[in-house]
């Protein structure tokens, strides 16, 4: 059962980490040691066709102090939520012209050295009869010490390479704005806000039946239609994926100094061989009220004060006024 828990963690840490980047997973033995293996690439898109084999040519590193032996796995994967993590597909869900499995040949298992490295080759045969459209997986390989005992932490080490294969014959390449809307600090649904920075949100739901990478940018004018900013949507390197018949969200932010009053946000992004486009446009207020109320309270201050010392000056007139009348006055009766 631990055995089981440790291999299960440690394909979904490896998965997460291929699908966003590049991957080096360490974990850590019963003894404390360090262990760990390194694979590349981490992720491979293959645009296949029906019939045809493919050689993909992988890299498997140990980059342990001891000798660890590897068994390879292959799996089927989808997308788990909205941030696009892989969730592994049970056994039995797919059939064999959708499901991966049983594409792909490659090495059940074998052992590297300490720091030693090995190219291995895994063979992808589309069969004749494969749904055209995207095809997801994953190969894991999983490295244990021979040396821990089988009552220990056994698996020391897992690492995957995500497979995105491509099927030609009736690709659709169709996605919808699920929805484009500003955030708070919450991630959640706004349209005030008192200050930047100003989050927004973008919602593809891919409807197609193959893989998408939605790229664009949202162009914010102010309420006298000046350019305030341009933010990218999705400019990593290579942009992300959006599987079929799921949603991914993407979140970008706006910072500037100093925002006030009514903003437009107009989002266009472009997907697909044919260039297919999105486009969305929302509003949003940025009324920063604690500094108006500040400024309010500041200018009634100085009106009362102004005001008090206009009548206490306009009184000292008055006075003033009466005295030299009453002097004047005085005088006269003198003569």
């Given at each position: ?6 291999i299960?963690?440690s394909?979904i ?5 291929a ?5 080096s ?17 981490t992720?491979?898109?293959l645009?296949?066709?029906r019939?045809?084999?493919?050689t993909i ?18 799996e ?10 892989p969730?592994i ?10 499901s ?10 074998f052992?590297l050295g300490a720091?030693?490295e090995?190219?291995?080759?895994a ?7 494969a749904?055209?459209?995207?095809h997801?997986?994953?190969?894991t390989?999983?490295g244990?010490?021979s ?7 056994g698996v020391?080490?897992?690492?995957g ?14 996605a919808?704005?699920?929805s484009?809307?500003t955030a708070?600090k ?6 005030f ?8 949100a ?8 193959v893989?998408i990478?939605?790229?664009?940018n ?5 309420m006298f239609g ?6 990218p949507?999705?400019?990593s390197?290579p942009p992300?994926?959006?599987?079929p ?7 970008v932010k ?10 437009t ?32 309270v500041i200018?009634v201050?100085?009106?009362f004060?102004l005001s008090k010392?206009?009548k ?5 007139i ?5 005295n ?8 006269k009766?003198?003569k």
């Open positions: 059962m631990r055995q089981s828990k440790g299960i963690g394909i840490l490896s998965l997460f980490l699908f966003f980047g590049p991957l997973v360490i974990a850590h033995a019963a003894d404390a040691s360090a262990q760990g293996v390194q694979i590349s690439p992720k491979v898109e645009n296949a066709t019939g045809k084999s493919y040519n992988l890299k498997a590193m140990n980059v342990t102090g001891g000798e660890l032996t590897y068994n390879t796995l292959i089927d994967f989808t997308s788990a939520n909205e941030t696009g993590t969730k597909v049970k056994d039995g869900n797919l059939p064999d012209t959708a991966i499995k049983t594409w792909v040949s490659i090495d059940s298992g052992t720091h030693k090995k190219n291995i080759d063979i992808v045969t589309v069969p004749n009869n749904e055209a459209g995207g997801y997986g994953v190969v390989f999983s244990s010490n040396s821990i005992d089988t009552t220990g932490v020391t080490a897992s690492a390479v995500l497979l995105l294969i491509k099927v030609d014959g009736d690709i659709l390449e169709q919808n704005l699920a484009f809307f708070n919450d991630s959640n649904q706004s349209s806000f008192e200050t930047s920075p100003i989050n927004f973008v919602r593809i739901q891919n409807v197609g039946n893989h990478k939605p790229v664009g949202i162009e914010v004018k102010d000046n350019v305030a900013t341009t933010i949507v999705n400019d390197n992300a994926n959006v599987l018949n799921s949603i991914r969200r993407f979140d706006m910072d500037k100094s100093w925002m006030f009053g009514q903003y946000a107009t989002l266009a992004l472009g997907y697909g061989t044919n260039g297919q486009a999105i486009t969305n446009t929302i509003t949003f207020w940025v009324i920063p009220y604690k500094i108006i109320l500040i400024i309010l200018l201050t100085l009106i004060i010392l206009i206490a000056y306009n009184k000292h008055i006075n003033q006024s009466k030299e009348k009453n002097t004047k006055e005085k005088s009766n003198k």
